[in-house]
């Protein structure tokens, strides 16, 4: 056949490739084609394996598991596999998203979150593959992740995360003690919460040392603190923030368009709020749908009223703060920036403050440098 000798000859050709005689910007854009030509083959690989799958002429390798066979010979997992057959038989019925993949625009992984979220939501795939084309794999987890939520009755959604609670643990090869772990919302958000404010207290404290260490190390040594009974947590934020309707919390269930939510995690029944209303150290945030009114002072100090704003999140999703630098996504570690610098007058407001993880909130800061904001000093 014409077309594997082909590709038998452009592997031959690209073996032979030579990067030490190719400039770094020629690589630049070596990369950039060969993302697309993996992203196209992956797509036509899975597709091809589907069909092949579907007569059983995986058979004829020694296998009878189809995702067996192709995991096998990708160098995958058979969940892996199996997830890429799955999303490949599915493209059958979504030419839109197949044309693309078919020309490198889209990953497998992106295929495999767009046909996750049309099976689920059907008449989502445009919407998805618009997000899967201008942002990132993130970006596209999250906006399914919504989408499939809320495809699901705030009751029925619980009864499926309550069902699906775990924790698991094991040892690896050096004597670690490893594991995993899978939390209702209402149980989950707070702990990362404290885990994260204890995780950024380790990590300044590891700095101010001169011991700077990766994030999942320090990480490690605050969930030793907490389990110890050494964490302090964070005592200027909620541990976690309920997003409601007003009129849905007085009649103690949601309508249709009611938002009941726990910001950054997803839908929750109104009577889970009443429950955690009586003892837990939570922020309600009972709302009408409008937007949060701007309180502003010249002092560098985020006060309570700017900072439960800004941890709300966008209106009028109030799904929690995201950094906000395109395709980030990151909603740990963050810090609050002031957009026009407080050494060039900037006042601390709603309007000129906005979340960015440390990387991003650094390279605005070099940006405000570069462009003289900080020669001046604010009052």
């Known amino acids: 056949m014409g077309v594997l000798s082909s590709l038998g000859r452009y592997r031959a050709e690209l073996s032979r490739l030579e990067l030490a005689s190719i400039s770094p910007q020629t690589c630049v854009l070596l990369v950039e084609e060969l993302a697309k030509t993996e992203k196209a083959c992956a797509t036509l690989r899975a597709m091809a394996a589907a069909k092949a799958a579907d007569a059983g002429a995986h058979r004829q390798s ?30 059958q019925d979504m030419p839109a998203t197949r044309d693309a993949a078919a020309k490198g625009a889209l990953s497998m992984r992106q295929v495999e979150e767009i046909a996750k979220t049309e099976t689920q939501c059907p ?28 495809a699901v009755r705030p009751e029925e959604l619980a009864r499926r995360q309550r069902d699906a609670r775990s924790v698991r643990h094991w040892r690896d090869e050096i004597g670690m003690v490893c594991g995993t772990f899978s939390l209702v919302p209402e149980v989950g958000i707070p702990f990362v919460s404290r885990l994260d404010a204890e995780t950024d207290r380790e990590w300044r404290r590891g700095h101010r040392a001169g011991r700077p260490e990766p994030r999942e190390r320090h990480a490690a040594d605050a969930l030793e603190r907490m389990v110890a009974g050494r964490g302090k947590g964070n005592a200027a934020r909620a541990d976690v923030v309920f997003v409601c309707d007003v009129r849905a919390y007085q009649r103690g269930h949601a309508h249709a368009g009611e938002s009941c939510h726990i910001a950054g995690a997803g839908p929750v029944p109104v009577g889970t709020i009443h429950d955690a209303m009586r003892d837990a150290f939570v922020k309600g945030v009972l709302h009408d749908g409008t937007k949060i009114d701007t309180v502003a002072h010249y002092g ?38 002031h957009v026009d ?24 800061s070099e940006r405000d440098r570069q462009r003289g904001l900080w020669s001046a000093r604010g009052p």
Do not use: Y
């Open 341 to 364: 610098p407080r050494a060039n007058h900037g006042e601390t407001s709603l309007e000129n403050l906005a979340p960015r993880c440390r990387p991003h909130h650094r390279d605005k």
């Open 62 to 91: 020694g296998f009878t598991d189809p995702a067996d066979w192709l995991g096998r010979v990708s160098g995958t997992s058979c969940g892996e596999a199996g997830r890429e057959l799955h999303a490949a038989k599915c493209l």
């Open 123 to 150: 008449g989502s795939e445009r919407e998805m593959l618009a997000t899967a084309t201008r942002e990132t794999l993130r970006a596209l987890q999250e906006k399914g992740r919504k989408k499939r939520q809320a």
């Open 300 to 337: 560098r100090h985020i006060n309570a009223e700017i900072r439960t704003a800004l941890e709300l999140g966008e209106p009028p999703d109030f799904d929690g703060v995201v950094c906000c630098e395109p395709g980030c996504g990151r909603r740990f570690g963050l810090e609050f920036d």
